[in-house]
């Protein structure tokens, strides 16, 4: 279970004013916590509790560029008021038995670790961040694995794991990100970075309320979003749970959100821009909480006037939304497309699942508010019967505004079960037969067949191949 920490375990640390700071030589020095104690001007002290030693930083220390830093069997850091840990040299932040980074400011909240200018990529490992925060800006990037992130003051920047360093890569892995004020990890607008973020858990970021995602993200090269839990608060109806961005025409050419649960919070997943994205194998569950649908509540919602937007869309389960996936502008977002080979670059599977999307008494599994013909085969709708006209009631498109694009939503998925049958059983010009790539034939073919007759489907095995004409 991920450590959560309150910070009155830290009550005893005494609180030093902070002063005005102090930078060490550059000359290749490597410091820890017990070497900077050594120095004069640092205002690092410590005192020992139960055997373990309790660091307070009181001023703002920098380890200049040329030297190092290791934080090495450190346990306990308090930073008061208004105290950064600057880093401009390298470190390594790797704890074997963990290190806490806890804010015990009185007046005005420490900010936590700046990563600044650093050339080489950074390793932070089991390190607890509660009320602080950690800030890379023109770095090289980092790695960060077992580290827990909790109830972040804000002052480093608008999240817990701010990434200010332009083209970096970032990797985070097992980590949690619980109750902090604003995002847990953010990119500025005109900042892109390389990240992939995996087996994490995001809980109840953005207990301010503001209009932001928990992941709250600008496009780069490459982003993928995998295996992670983020769960919000439905008090919190301004905080959606994954947004990414693009408002200063960068390239996103490699973005994945893939084996995700995603609930309780404003919207699911939101873009804004252009992108190629794929998202896949999701589970969003009432990513319900905005007070007006005109402004949000999708499951999974695209936004692109500039129509360059890429999106494949498949294996997920989308329920409880005030709409289901909307698609506004983009260029092409495919839902499901099984009538093209396998080879083809457009063949997407689909495999979607709709429940319960809706709003005001009506239900919204796809709403394509856009000009372009969107293709969604091989998806289960939230309708009693898979048949084209109960899937029309929950599919907004060209049929019911003559200005917005078609969504190809046919041949709908199968339902479970297979069952053996002569091919003389459909020998009638009313049905319809399909391989298991979606490919209409004229006659059922040996193996597993899609057979549609009277607005149902089966799975039927021939043995041998029909002969209706």
């Known amino acids: 279970m991920r450590k959560r920490f309150t910070l009155t375990i830290l009550a005893f640390c005494c609180v030093i004013a902070q002063g005005w ?74 704890s074997p038995a963990g290190c806490l980074f806890a804010n015990m400011a009185t007046l005005t909240p420490a900010n936590g670790i700046l990563m600044k200018d650093v050339s080489v990529s950074t390793t932070f490992s089991s390190c607890y961040f509660v009320g602080v925060g950690l800030k890379f800006v023109g770095c090289a990037g980092g790695t960060l694995s077992n580290c827990t992130f909790q109830e972040n003051n804000g002052a480093i920047g608008q999240s817990a794991l701010v990434l200010a360093s332009d083209g970096a890569t970032f990797t985070i892995d097992h980590s949690a990100f619980l109750d902090n004020p604003k995002a847990a990890v953010s990119s500025a607008a005109n900042i892109s970075c390389n990240l992939a973020i995996t087996n994490c858990t995001l809980t109840n970021n953005g207990t301010l309320n503001g209009n932001t995602p928990q992941l709250n993200l600008t496009v780069a090269d490459n982003i993928v979003i995998d295996h992670c839990t983020i769960t919000g608060n439905p008090e919190h109806t301004m905080v959606g749970a994954i947004g990414i961005s693009n408002f200063y025409s960068r390239t996103g050419n490699n973005i994945t959100i893939s084996n ?192 549609r007759k009277n607005g149902r489907a089966n799975l039927l095995l021939l043995r041998t191949r029909g002969n209706v004409k």
């Open 21 to 94: 700071g102090y930078k060490t030589k550059g000359d290749g020095t490597t410091y820890t916590f017990d070497s900077l104690c050594e120095q004069e001007g640092s205002g690092v002290t410590y005192e020992v509790q139960q055997g373990i030693r309790i660091y307070t930083m009181s001023v703002n220390d920098t380890i200049a560029a040329g030297d190092r830093f290791e934080v090495g069997d450190a346990r306990i850091v308090c930073m008061t008021d208004d105290v950064t840990f600057v880093i401009e040299g390298t470190a390594d932040f790797f």
């Open 260 to 451: 995700c649960t995603i609930r309780d919070n404003r919207y699911g997943i939101g873009t804004v821009g252009s992108m190629d994205i794929v998202i896949k194998d999701n589970t969003l569950v009432d990513n319900k909480y905005e007070v007006n649908p005109m402004n949000g509540g999708s499951g999974i919602s695209l936004y692109d006037p500039y129509q360059l937007t890429n999106a494949m869309i498949s294996g997920n389960h989308i329920e409880g939304s005030l709409w289901g996936v909307t698609v506004i502008g983009c260029k092409n977002v495919n839902l499901g497309r099984t009538n093209v080979g396998v080879d083809n670059p457009d063949y997407n599977e689909g495999r979607n699942t709709f429940k319960d999307n809706g709003n005001n008494g009506l239900l919204y599994d796809l709403y394509n508010n856009s000009a372009n013909t969107v293709y969604a085969q091989n998806n289960t709708w939230n309708v009693s019967h898979q048949t084209q006209e109960e899937i029309e009631n929950v599919i907004f498109h060209k049929a019911d505004d003559a200005s917005l694009g078609e969504v190809i939503y046919w041949p709908a998925a199968a339902p479970a079960g297979i069952r053996e049958v002569e091919g003389s059983e459909f020998q009638d010009s009313s049905s319809e037969f399909y391989d298991l790539r979606g490919v209409q034939h004229n006659n059922p073919q040996k193996g597993i067949n899609i057979v």
